[in-house]
């Protein structure tokens, strides 16, 4: 029916019409003529927007990538030939932006913000982002340029400032156009490819290392965003984002990001747009990238006070008097040049936090770094250092840090170099370029998401002085994970000494110290082996039964006779601080009794000054039996079905009996004698289970107790008191962030289990399997020069893996879920290791296939080791995957932390499924020990039971198993 009136009286009305633009004035009509001409052409732009953008994608206007390469901007600023250049900053204007040049207000603030910034520092300037080609607007391949370049001169001559504003309308558009789910993917491929073009084409290295920070203003914030996750594939490098006054729709994927600062005034209307018509920016969206991002720390929020969107009154307004005297040009400056020198203040003022259990543990004097003075070393006939160097990382402050570096104090260091001890040096990462690759993997911003930093406040051991730093490497995320500086390490072998005049940067230094690996986290700086006779002289048990005796008489062992019939002195084992659960870690009582102490102990600690008598004692802060770690097998158990019952049954079976109690079993499908010589390396595979009794632990009152899981070394030395074979184990912990204080990364026995105060030793069952298997160990040609084993593979992956849990990846700290934890990680960085491995040496880019044939006729051996690498890893796949395909993110060795069911929840649940077996931690030692079985390997399994002295209240429990 409206229809039909309106063609009723539709052409009643035309000459109404026409009389009354007849009755106009000259101007009128002009006036009238123009807004209709602009209304026409804003039209028929928008129309050909999303043409351009698929034409562009399509090839009509050229190759894709050749036709975004014009145009590719200049720097704000001359730069000197030799500067090198340590952040690129490239600025995406907002909506007002029709040919390369800027508005007034945004042009001082790009020269003010250049001249704050140092020279290393560079801002790239001259891009239109409101094209997928960076074509501007007056292009003269445009049809409408003509239109454009008309209302540049008037927009310029302040007499069509309405016209102008048909700028705005039309990129306003093209916004919308990046924030749309199906032109947008197109149109931010074409962005990032522009931002890609012009930062290679000012010197930006292809492999990528340097930081690059976007600069979005108004609609050049979402433009940011938007271009962000295609960016990042392209270069593997850090990327941050500064929204000013941004404009955004959430839809992308912004987690890719280091980190986003949304600097917006109180009274900037236009920004407040983004939350209403921006459905994913709503607060019900909790899955959008945008809310995700925001509680993972990704984002800060700026407030920038009684400021608006743009001149008057905005954000870059250099009139604009703010109640602290500054302008509001300034205050954007000095915030913006804050965050891209990484001095911003973003730290927010929170409630006092709970006390964690490592609070706890410190306030006893042998769990604190500073009692124990760096003083001579002991008599080598009863001490021997644990490694020739070793020292306590500290964290630099925040405008004293260096590149890939942080400070160490040396407590031990190789007799070259003894007139260190005591000082402090610098301690780096290699030059070496797979080193730099680890590096640059793993260094990341950390802002805290919400989560840390509630965890933080209720007893939880976080980075917390790590909070907000950029670009934070590895050694700053292992000697900031603690609130104190209190980690001791030892470094591993090699250790590349660099003078100082080497590295001017460091100069304030004597020298400077270069790792490969990460330093490996050690307790005590000496040990000694030792049997213990009983407490020490003036101890009366009978007087106070209840406490725990502290000092011990010992004899240590004499190499010449190999008995204990050394020296005998008197040690100090200070009582442990009882953990939250009111269990001591540790119990002294009855250690003389224990059936253990007839082989005798190893005692890691230093001098201290004993609390009681004021004698400088030797303070026993780890114990290890040494029948634990000889290569003396209890049982040698043969055959497949008699290895699984162990496997399944035996190993865990009756451990009431067991407590107190270690067993050393070697494993083996077939019967041959396995070559343990000294530098022989072991995979192993580490479990432990719960603690139980009437203390039981909170997380074992369930019905199922699932344990833990990790991997590490074990390593035969020729241990030098008593000359003879022994196994040194490391461990390689993925562990998330805790009340204990337990850090990711390289852990020796002594600190991860034998620690009395912080280690399993006394609390804990557990399972460590030494897996022996050549072709797992042994070196293959990859590259030239290189010719590292799937053992050192392994071992990268899991340093990488810790790095980031230390971190959290950026957002402070890591939590599990269904398909990323502590176990299915750790299985990740073992299939990634054989993956690459059988990849490498295969694809050798040094040989060609030929070549590679005759080098496998000419090494049989080796080739017939890596063709049992091949079977193991399609072994490995089968049993830690059932369901016959591997995971996406295992199969591409995706970054995939520990994380939350909101990640995807479904897909996070299918993963979850697939490597199902990978969850249990005792499941995925035994699959991956018969696996290793069945192609020839054997195993050594060797099992602790709650250690030490005697403790009744608690008893062990066993992972559980299906």
Request: net charge neutral.
């Amino acid at each position: 029916m409206g229809g039909f009136l309106l063609a009723l009286f539709l052409p009643l009305l035309v000459p109404l019409v026409q009389a009354a633009f007849a009755a106009m004035t000259v101007t009128a009509k002009l006036i009238l003529n123009l807004v209709g001409m602009g209304v026409i052409a804003l039209l028929l732009t928008i129309l050909l927007m999303p043409l351009e953008t698929l034409g562009w994608w399509a090839g009509w206007y050229g190759d894709p990538v050749q036709a975004t390469a014009k145009n590719l901007g200049s720097f704000q600023e001359p730069m000197a030939d030799d500067t090198a250049i340590s952040h690129y900053v490239v600025y995406l204007d907002g909506i007002g932006q029709s040919t390369f040049d800027y508005l007034p207000d945004v042009e001082q603030f790009l020269d003010e913000l250049a001249q704050t910034l140092p020279d290393d520092i560079q801002i790239i300037r001259g891009l239109m982002p409101y094209s997928p080609m960076n074509r501007p607007l007056t292009s003269e391949d445009r049809p409408f340029s003509w239109f454009w370049n008309w209302v540049n001169r008037l927009k310029a001559s302040r007499k069509g400032s309405m016209l102008a504003f048909l700028i705005n309308l039309r990129n306003i558009f093209v916004v919308w156009i990046s924030a749309d789910q199906r032109y947008g993917p197109i149109y931010n491929r074409g962005t990032a490819q522009v931002i890609y073009n012009s930062l290679i084409n000012h010197g930006y290295p292809p492999h990528g290392g340097v930081p690059i920070t976007l600069i979005g203003f108004s609609g050049g914030g979402q433009i940011s965003m938007g271009a962000v996750p295609y960016l990042k594939e392209a270069l593997p490098a850090p990327i941050d984002l500064i929204s000013i006054a941004g404009v955004f729709s959430g839809n992308n994927n912004i987690l890719k990001l280091e980190h986003i600062y949304h600097l917006v005034g109180d009274q900037d209307k236009i920004e407040r747009l983004g939350p209403i018509f921006f459905p994913k920016r709503w607060k019900l969206m909790g899955l959008s990238y945008w809310n995700r991002s925001k509680r993972l720390g990704k984002v800060s929020l700026i407030n920038l006070g009684p400021v608006g969107h743009e001149v008057p009154g905005g954000v870059m307004d250099p009139e604009r008097v703010l109640p602290d005297g500054r302008t509001a040009l300034q205050q954007t400056v000095q915030w913006v040049a804050e965050i891209l020198q990484g001095t911003a203040l973003l730290k927010e003022r929170q409630p006092t936090p709970l006390p964690s259990t490592l609070e706890r543990y410190r306030q006893a004097p042998f769990n604190r770094a500073e009692g124990y003075p760096v003083r001579a070393a002991l008599p080598v006939s009863r001490y021997r250092p644990m490694a020739p160097w070793m020292g306590r990382l500290l964290l630099p402050q925040p405008d004293q840090r260096q590149p890939q570096t942080v400070p160490f104090e040396v407590h031990h260091a190789p007799e070259k170099y003894a007139h260190l001890i005591g000082t402090v040096v610098s301690l780096g990462w290699s030059e070496e370029p797979q080193v730099q690759a680890y590096l640059q993997q793993v260094t990341k911003d950390v802002h805290f998401s919400p989560q840390a930093t509630y965890k933080s406040q209720q007893g939880g051991v976080y980075p917390t002085r790590l909070n907000h730093w950029q670009r934070v490497n590895p050694l700053e995320s292992l000697a900031g994970a603690h609130p104190d500086d209190d980690m001791i390490v030892a470094l591993p072998d090699p250790v590349q000494v660099e003078p100082s005049n080497r590295a001017p940067l460091f100069s304030h230094y004597p020298l400077t110290l270069r790792i490969a690996h990460e330093p490996i986290q050690i307790t005590g700086l000496y040990y000694g082996l030792v049997k213990f006779l009983g407490p020490g002289a003036g101890i009366d048990l009978d007087e106070s039964p209840g406490d725990d005796p502290e000092q011990f008489q010992v004899v240590h062992f004499n190499k010449a006779s190999g008995q204990f019939d050394g020296v005998q002195e008197t040690v100090w084992l200070p009582q442990v601080v009882a953990n939250g659960n009111g269990t001591a870690p540790f119990t002294n009582g009855g250690i003389e009794r224990s059936p253990l102490n007839e082989m005798g102990w190893y005692i890691y600690g230093a001098m201290g000054r004993d609390a009681m008598g004021g004698a400088d004692l030797f303070v026993v802060r780890a114990v290890a039996p040494r029948a634990l770690f000889q290569l003396q097998p209890d049982q040698e158990i043969v055959g497949r079905k008699p290895v699984k019952t162990y496997l399944k049954q035996t190993a865990w079976g009756d451990l009431a009996a067991q407590k107190g109690r270690i067993s050393s079993v070697q494993l083996a499908y077939r019967s041959h004698q396995p070559v343990w010589n000294e530098g022989t390396r072991a995979l192993l595979v580490h479990v432990y289970g719960g603690i139980g009794g009437h203390q039981i632990e909170p997380a074992a009152q369930g019905p199922v107790y699932f344990g833990h899981f990790s991997f590490g070394v074990a390593t035969v030395v020729k241990e030098p008191l008593t000359d003879e074979l022994r196994f040194d184990i490391v461990y390689h912990q993925i562990y998330t962030q805790n009340p204990d204080g337990l850090t990711a990364g390289t852990m020796h026995w002594s600190r991860y289990m034998g620690d009395r105060q912080f280690g399993w030793i006394g609390l804990r069952p557990v399972a460590d399997t030494l897996i022996h298997f050549p072709p797992f160990t042994r070196h293959y040609p990859v590259t030239a020069g290189q010719e590292p084993s799937p053992l050192d593979v392994l071992i990268r992956q899991l340093e990488v893996m810790a790095a980031r849990y230390r971190i959290g990846d950026g957002s402070g700290g890591t939590y599990v879920g269904p398909a990323n934890n502590c176990a299915q990680d750790s299985n990740q960085s073992l299939y990634a290791a054989l993956q690459q491995m059988a990849r490498s040496v295969r694809s050798n880019a040094d040989y060609s296939q030929a070549d590679l044939n005759v080098w496998m006729r000419q090494n049989p051996d080796l080739a017939q080791d890596l063709q049992q690498l091949e079977h193991l890893g399609k072994d490995l796949r089968h049993h830690l995957m059932p369901w016959g395909s591997a995971r996406a993110d295992w199969a591409t060795e995706a970054a995939a932390l520990g994380s939350t069911l909101e990640d995807d929840p479904l897909k996070t649940l299918g993963r979850g499924l697939v490597s199902w077996r990978t969850v249990l931690p005792r499941v995925a030692s035994n699959s991956i020990t018969e696996c290793f079985l069945r192609q020839g390997a054997t195993a050594w399994m060797l099992r602790t039971n709650q250690l030490g002295g005697e403790n009744p209240e608690i008893a062990p429990l066993a992972p559980l198993a299906f």
